[in-house]
């Protein structure tokens, strides 16, 4: 693997035209899975300056639904890609139709209970009865080469896979966060171009983020290094600092970039 660019060494100017920070959410705004002070402010300030946050998570929609709405930022994006909940209106947009959801989820319930005949440590995550467009179930005690296999499977069965550093996904192919972050922006946010706009996440669930096709400033917090490896697509970009203090690395240095442009 080629050494990524560490943010630090970038000219700042290359930042101060940054209008739109879209976000994964764990590992990524997090530190040790929570929400610091700091990362609250580093909202806080984005959100003075103009700048819009899009969070764009794996997480389920009936956690979303909640996050959207209490948090400093313009909307989420759940489930890779499979909702969004604009900040203003509780009312998600739904980025992957699903015609019958109670077939839909029979239809995910039915694929995992297969995966579980071959792999029987894995678990169902506790926040399935929240979720519409996938289904989850934990990352922890898996190997490289078993979510390879899991993933493979998967894509037998006719669905998608994912992981992140939590969770495992099976989810509707063709679902994930840069299809359903491009019709965001698309249908709310067509003001901006796409060197307005900023991606990070931290693992193998962001990648498809950090396509340069799509996305050609993209920033990895410190962490994502110990998934490079596994990553088809690498961030343009990586902070020193790992987890929520690598967010706000990147907070600082987009306001301090646009602080310069205008001074």
């Given at each position: 693997?080629?050494?990524?660019?560490?943010?630090?060494?970038?000219?700042?100017?290359?930042?101060?035209?940054?209008?739109?920070?879209?976000?994964?959410?764990?590992?990524?705004?997090?530190?040790?899975?929570?929400?610091?002070?700091?990362?609250?402010?580093?909202?806080?300030?984005?959100?003075?300056?103009?700048?819009?946050?899009?969070?764009?998570?794996?997480?389920?929609?009936?956690?979303?639904?909640?996050?959207?709405?209490?948090?400093?930022?313009?909307?989420?994006?759940?489930e890779n890609?499979?909702?969004?909940?604009?900040?203003?209106?509780?009312?998600?947009?739904?980025?992957?139709?699903?015609?019958?959801?109670?077939?839909?989820?029979?239809?995910?319930?039915?694929?995992?209970?297969?995966?579980?005949?071959?792999?029987?440590?894995?678990?169902?995550?506790?926040?399935?009865?929240?979720?519409?467009?996938?289904?989850?179930?934990?990352?922890?005690?898996?190997?490289?080469?078993?979510?390879?296999?899991?993933?493979?499977?998967?894509?037998?069965?006719?669905?998608?896979?994912?992981?992140?550093?939590?969770?495992?996904?099976?989810?509707?192919?063709?679902?994930?966060?840069?299809?359903?972050?491009?019709?965001?922006?698309?249908?709310?946010?067509?003001?901006?171009?796409?060197?307005?706009?900023?991606?990070?996440?931290?693992s193998p669930?962001?990648?498809?983020?950090?396509?340069?096709?799509?996305?050609?400033?993209?920033?990895?917090?410190?962490?994502?290094?110990?998934?490079?490896?596994?990553?088809?697509?690498?961030?343009?970009?990586?902070?020193?600092?790992?987890?929520?203090?690598?967010?706000?690395?990147?907070?600082?240095?987009?306001?301090?970039?646009?602080?310069?442009?205008?001074?």
């Amino acid at each position: 693997m080629n050494r990524h660019q560490q943010l630090s060494e970038v000219a700042s100017t290359y930042f101060s035209n940054i209008r739109l920070v879209a976000t994964d959410m764990d590992g990524t705004l997090t530190s040790g899975g929570k929400f610091t002070q700091a990362l609250l402010q580093a909202l806080e300030d984005l959100a003075a300056d103009g700048i819009q946050v899009l969070i764009v998570t794996g997480r389920s929609a009936g956690w979303v639904s909640g996050l959207s709405s209490l948090m400093p930022v313009a909307g989420a994006v759940a489930e890779n890609g499979g909702l969004f909940y604009p900040s203003a209106n509780l009312k998600p947009l739904a980025l992957t139709p699903i015609p019958d959801l109670a077939h839909h989820r029979h239809h995910l319930a039915t694929t995992f209970k297969q995966l579980q005949s071959k792999f029987p440590q894995i678990q169902e995550s506790a926040d399935n009865r929240f979720r519409i467009t996938d289904w989850t179930f934990d990352v922890d005690s898996l190997t490289p080469n078993e979510l390879k296999t899991l993933g493979n499977l998967c894509q037998q069965m006719g669905w998608g896979f994912t992981y992140s550093n939590v969770q495992c996904h099976i989810k509707p192919q063709g679902q994930d966060k840069a299809v359903g972050l491009l019709q965001v922006l698309r249908e709310y946010f067509p003001e901006y171009s796409s060197s307005q706009v900023v991606t990070v996440g931290d693992s193998p669930n962001d990648e498809s983020l950090f396509d340069r096709r799509y996305f050609p400033i993209s920033v990895g917090v410190a962490n994502v290094v110990e998934y490079a490896n596994q990553l088809q697509h690498q961030p343009a970009y990586v902070t020193t600092a790992a987890e929520g203090e690598g967010f706000c690395e990147l907070s600082s240095y987009i306001l301090q970039s646009r602080s310069k442009q205008s001074s």
